[in-house]
């Protein structure tokens, strides 16, 4: 079984930054790329980022392309979302999830997903 859990949410005045962090345990192979989307009420979820824990390559929304960055320790099976230049746009509850591919999270096709934190930055 695996399981995903978020942390680092929290509030944050508009241009500031927070760090979001997920790990996971249980047996989770290291094909399983892992990525970030975040959900507001009322609308669906959406994609913001992807990591592939064989290459590293990334993928982003435009939304955060240049101003949020995905890291993940393959040692540690943890991720990590940097947000900087924060704006109340922003605000949402952030899930972490693990996917077949970064492609495949791209179109919100995840096969584990976490219970989310909430982001929150005030204008």
């Known amino acids: 079984q695996v399981q995903l859990v978020e942390s680092g949410g929290g509030l944050v005045q508009a241009g500031g930054s927070l760090r979001l962090a997920c790990a996971a345990s249980?047996?989770?192979?290291?094909?399983?790329?892992l990525g970030w989307f975040r959900q507001v009420p009322g609308r669906e979820r959406e994609f913001v980022a992807a990591?592939?824990?064989?290459?590293?390559?990334?993928s982003y929304s435009d939304g955060v392309k240049g101003r949020f960055t995905i890291s993940n320790d393959n040692s540690k099976n943890t991720m990590e979302l940097q947000m900087n230049s924060l704006m109340p746009e922003d605000t949402a509850v952030y899930f972490c999830?693990?996917?077949?591919?970064?492609?495949?999270?791209?179109?919100?096709?995840?096969?584990?997903w976490g219970q989310g934190t909430q982001v929150t930055v005030s204008a």
């Open positions: 249980g047996r989770l192979s290291n094909t399983y790329a």
């Open positions: 999830a693990a996917g077949s591919s970064t492609a495949s999270l791209s179109r919100s096709q995840g096969d584990y």
């Open positions: 990591i592939s824990r064989i290459s590293g390559y990334t």
